[in-house]
Nanobody
C-alpha cells in the first residue's frame, strides 16, 4: 500500500484545514487508518483514527471536538478535518494504514510522506 498525504499549510489560529490521504496499490482494508503528528524532540503522537470496516472514530483528548476523522472507501481516501486550530497543533502530520491498535503508531504498517501544518499568526 502506498499512501499520499496532502492538505497541509499555514493557517492562522482559529482557522481550518483538511488533510487527505489516498491509498494506492492496496486499500485501507479492515484495520485502523489513522493520523499521527510529529514535532522535533517529541515522539510521534496519536491524533485520530478510524476503524475502517466499522467506521468508528477515535481521538486524542487534545483534538476532541475540534478534529474529525473520516474515510471514503470508494475513493480509498482518509480525511482529517481540523477546525479551531491552535499553535500547538503545529507539526508534521502523517497518515498510517493497517494499524492493529488505533493509538499505537508502532502497529501501523504503511505511512504517508507527511504534510506540514503550521498554525501561526
Amino acid at each position: 500500500v502506498q499512501l499520499q498525504a496532502s492538505g497541509g499549510g499555514l493557517v492562522q489560529p482559529g482557522g481550518s484545514l483538511r488533510l487527505s490521504c489516498t491509498a494506492s496499490r492496496g486499500t485501507f482494508s479492515n484495520y485502523f487508518a489513522g493520523w499521527f503528528r510529529h514535532t522535533p524532540g517529541k515522539e510521534r503522537e496519536f491524533v485520530a483514527a478510524i476503524n475502517w470496516r466499522l467506521g468508528i472514530p477515535y481521538y486524542a483528548d487534545s483534538v476532541k471536538g475540534r478534529f474529525t476523522v473520516s474515510g471514503d472507501a470508494a475513493k480509498n481516501t482518509l480525511y482529517l478535518q481540523m477546525n479551531s486550530l491552535k499553535p500547538e497543533d503545529t507539526a508534521v502530520y502523517y497518515c498510517g494504514a493497517t494499524g492493529s491498535y488505533y493509538g499505537d503508531y508502532t502497529t501501523y504498517t504503511y505511512w504517508g510522506q507527511g504534510t506540514q501544518v503550521t498554525v501561526s499568526s
